[in-house]
């Protein structure tokens, strides 16, 4: 798969709206889910504003979220560790607007470690370098971990969105 870039580096930016394309990760990670482990499946809801728009390559933004969504959904359906984990196995997603940008958070109620955390991220930080955002991870007090990845928001200019394929 190869994704347009600017001659700088940057990955080629377009307006598109986040929700329908989270929601179509989330479908598809729903599907992988082995009819066995079916019943240790992690809870996934998703509170992502209708109309939080970001101006970025959207394939690109598809394999970062894309990325940290099945992670979180895998760590979130493993084992569970009665002193580090709440009984319950969800992944919560959801988005924030900030000054510049959105905000989107991807929480689990996983017994993940810290080098867990830090190999599972790196490939989705760079790449979110890359989109000119950023990606900050936490260590839950009630257990899993929370990613959040901030990307620029749309541009006031940017004319008709359009929902990512």
């Known amino acids: 798969m190869s994704f347009a870039s600017e001659p700088n580096g ?3 930016a377009e307006s598109f709206l986040l929700r ?3 929601e179509e990760i989330v479908n598809l ?3 992988t889910i082995p009819e066995h482990a079916a019943a240790d499946a992690p809870l996934i809801l998703v509170d992502v504003d209708r109309g939080h ?8 933004v598809r394999r ?9 959904v895998a760590a979130a359906a493993g084992p569970l560790d009665a002193s580090d984990v709440p009984t319950i196995r969800e992944v919560l997603i959801t988005s924030v607007q900030t000054g510049d940008s959105i905000e989107i958070e991807i929480a689990d109620s ?3 470690s810290g080098d867990t955390i830090a190999m599972a991220t790196a490939a989705a930080e760079s790449m ?13 007090p009630e257990g899993g971990k929370a990613v959040t990845v901030s990307l620029p928001k749309r541009r006031a200019a940017a004319g008709r969105l ?4």
């Open 128 to 140: 979110a370098e890359r989109l000119g955002g950023t990606l900050r991870v936490y260590r839950c």
């Open 29 to 31: 990670t729903a599907t």
């Open 64 to 72: 970062v979220l894309g990325m940290l969504i099945r992670d979180a």
């Open 53 to 60: 728009a970001v101006d970025a390559d959207a394939g690109l």
């Open 20 to 22: 329908p394309m989270i």
């Open 10 to 12: 940057q990955a080629s």
């Open 162 to 165: 359009r929902r990512a394929a």
């Open 110 to 112: 996983s017994a993940t």
